[in-house]
């Protein structure tokens, strides 16, 4: 199968929505299988979509292809989505909700696939929490040993409107305070690192309440831009882009572009 252009042979056009494929953290292991990267139609939700494509000539992102160069050289840190990956980019380290809810956790087959129905032939149960004991399909042999948080899971400290305070489908609040803690694991932040070598940082919030954290422990209001730019800068200053303030946020920490001045 060649890919195909959605216009001319799917009679689709491109301001259509063809929506989100799925990306997903045990169905990216699968889909790149071991390197071999020969399963990305078989372990999708729209097989066709996945072979097909867009002429993005004089779409906005083609313009700016053209005259920029867009994630050259960018690898994902963690399978599957931008949650998982939002973690890493913070603390290189998935969250864990310890005691996890067996509804939360997937049916695995003894390679560590997600397990199918061998009469509809779809997966019997996907989930956000990896199974402890639970062998991993890309680590072969390896076996997960903590309940860590891996697909898209919403947290206790940002409650979404379809939820309720207490949900147990709700991720704990993370440990990333206190080493000494012994009833949550303490994941250390790219904050604390930097703040180790001694290194300034700031990290600007445009949530409800506009909140600036440093490296010194303060904490303090939102400041304008003329203040910023006159101001003495941190060495590693991150600051969240306008779609933090308008999409919904699935975990305690949202998109974030890391500046250097």
Not at 129 to 137: K, N, R, V, W, Y
Request: glycine residues 6%; aromatic residues 10%.
């Amino acid at each position: 199968m060649l890919p195909y252009n959605l216009v001319t042979k799917a009679n689709l056009q491109t301001s259509d929505k063809t929506g989100d494929i799925v990306h997903r953290f045990w169905h990216e292991q699968a889909q790149i299988n071991h390197g071999k990267m020969n399963r990305f139609v078989t372990w999708s939700d729209n097989p066709g979509l996945v072979m097909s494509y867009f002429d993005a000539t004089s779409l906005p992102e083609g313009k700016l292809a053209q005259k920029y160069t867009m994630d050259d050289n960018f690898f994902h840190a963690a399978f599957g989505g931008s949650f998982l990956n939002h973690q890493f980019l913070i603390a290189a380290a998935a969250p864990v909700y310890p005691n996890a809810p067996a509804s939360m956790q997937p049916t695995l087959d003894a390679s560590g696939k997600l397990a199918l129905d061998s009469t509809t032939g779809k997966t019997i149960h996907d989930g956000n929490i990896t199974p402890i004991g639970a062998p991993s399909f890309s680590i072969p042999g390896g076996k997960f040993g903590k309940n860590y948080a891996v697909n898209t899971i919403f947290s206790v400290n940002l409650v979404p409107t379809f939820s309720t305070p207490g949900s147990a489908s709700l991720l704990p609040s993370q440990n990333d305070s206190n080493p000494a803690d012994a009833s949550r694991p303490y994941i250390p932040t790219i904050g604390d690192r930097l703040s180790a070598k001694q290194v300034s940082w700031k990290w600007y919030s445009l949530r409800t309440r506009p909140l600036i954290r440093s490296s010194n422990g303060t904490t303090s209001r939102l400041p304008t831009t003329t203040t910023m730019l006159r101001g003495k800068m941190a060495s590693a200053i991150w600051f969240p882009p306008l779609a933090c303030r308008t999409r919904p946020i699935s975990s305690s920490i949202c998109k974030i572009t890391i500046c250097r001045p």
